[in-house]
C-alpha cells in the first residue's frame, strides 16, 4: 500500500516536469520569433564621440548574397566623423559556428559602407568595431533579420 502513493507522486513529478518543459520550449520559441520582428532595418546609436545610424539597403538581407551596409556617423556637434576605421562582425544568434566578418570604407564624409553575407536565415547579431582617428575604440552592436 505504501508503494501506490509514492507512484502517483512520482507519475504526478513527472507529469509537471513534462509541463514546464513544453513552457520552456514555447517560451523558446516565442523569443526567438520576437527577435526576428524586433531587428529594424535602420538603427540609432549614440556613444562617446557621436552618433551612428545603421542601415541595411534591402531589408531584409539576404541569405549568401552581399548586403549593402551603411553607417552615417557625427561627432556631438553634428559634423561628420571622418577618418574612422570599420570592421563589422556578422554572428547567428543561438549559433556557434558561422562568423562573416567584413571592413566598411568611408564612401562620403562620414559616410561608411560594406557588403555583409549572412550565412543562413534567422536572426543575427553585427558588431561594429570603430575605431576613430583620435584613437578612441567603440563597439555598436544591432540585430538584423536574414531571408531567403
Known sequence: MLSEP????SLFKYAL???AIAIVIGVGIVWLQSSDEAAPPMTEHTFDSGYAV???AEYPAKVLHENRFEIDL?????APLEGASLSVKLDMVNMICGDY????TEVAPG????EGVPLMA???????????KNKE???IVRLLRAVH
Open 101 to 104: 566578418a567584413f571592413a566598411m
Open 74 to 78: 557625427t561627432d556631438p556637434t553634428g
Open 111 to 114: 559616410k561608411y559602407a560594406g
Open 122 to 132: 534567422g536572426t543575427w547579431k553585427a558588431t561594429l568595431t570603430l575605431d576613430t
Open 54 to 56: 545603421w542601415s541595411i
Open 6 to 9: 509514492k507512484s502517483r507522486t
Open 137 to 139: 575604440e567603440y563597439t
Open 17 to 19: 516536469m513534462l509541463i
